[in-house]
């Protein structure tokens, strides 16, 4: 079965700061992993996706993420951070058995500090 | 493109009665999957449905119904509403033989009182 562990509950990070946001997975198949975005009040945004393509994964917002099979991992990035970023972020795996149903980690809660 | 749209967006109910959460996916999608969000906690997987039937259902009990339309667009009903039932509820679409990603609609806030 599939599942995702988010590592911390909350991050806070100073403005212009890196941020990480750890994800380790668990899967039987090749996952595809995602990670999604979600402002107060707001429904859920595509940050970034990984579907067996190449391992460093671009996405909006200037967000990456490395799909690492060694250690099960697949940690968002994020060189700078701006005020915009405080939201929940969610890390995903998508069952890849038939029917494509994703797996929520229980979110991490990143607040940035002017 | 309108995107993946729900209705209402907030509603109020009360114990013991009935309600029903509308969605409609993403123009090309055929596939629609519900999830529940409690509050500070992360999407719940609720069912799939695709050709108009349900394809795979998460861990909720058979209060939790819903239907797809010839038009791909669906419904969630919940009968005899809990305290615990409170929660926003979220459609996604996708499409069935394409991509894995899936669209999220902005929820339904549900307030079960």
């Known amino acids: 079965a599939q599942s995702v562990t988010q590592l911390d509950s909350h991050v806070s990070v100073s403005e212009g700061t890196p941020v990480l946001l750890r994800c380790n997975y668990s899967?039987?198949?090749?996952?595809?992993l995602f990670w999604y975005v979600q402002h107060p009040n707001k429904g859920l945004q595509l940050l970034l996706k990984?579907?067996?393509?190449?391992?460093l994964v671009k996405g909006i917002n200037g967000f990456e993420a490395e799909f690492k099979k060694s250690e099960t991992s697949f940690h968002l990035t994020k060189p700078s951070a701006h005020m915009s970023d405080a939201a929940e972020y969610f890390c995903?795996?998508?069952?890849?058995?038939?029917?494509?149903?994703?797996?929520f980690g229980t979110g991490t809660r990143l607040k940035v500090l002017a | 493109d309108a995107g993946v749209t729900q209705s209402p967006t907030h509603l109020i109910k009360t114990r013991g009665q009935q309600v029903t959460l509308r969605c409609s996916p993403k123009?090309?999608?055929?596939?629609v999957s519900w999830y529940q969000q409690a509050l500070g906690q992360g999407p719940q997987f609720i069912f799939q449905?695709?050709?108009?039937?349900?394809?795979q259902r998460g861990n909720f009990p058979d209060r939790f119904s819903g239907h797809q339309f010839p038009n791909y667009s669906s419904e969630l009903n919940v009968n005899a509403l809990l305290l615990g039932d409170s929660a926003l509820y979220l459609c996604?679409?996708?499409?069935?033989?394409?991509?894995?990603?899936?669209?999220f609609g902005q929820g339904t806030r549900l307030t079960v009182v």
């Open positions: 995903v795996v998508s069952d890849a058995s038939g029917t494509y149903k994703y797996i």
């Open positions: 449905y695709y050709e108009e039937e349900e394809r």
């Open positions: 996604a679409s996708s499409w069935r033989t394409g991509s894995t990603e899936a669209f």
């Open positions: 899967s039987s198949y090749s996952p595809s």
């Open positions: 123009s090309g999608h055929d596939t």
């Open positions: 990984y579907t067996s393509a190449a391992t």
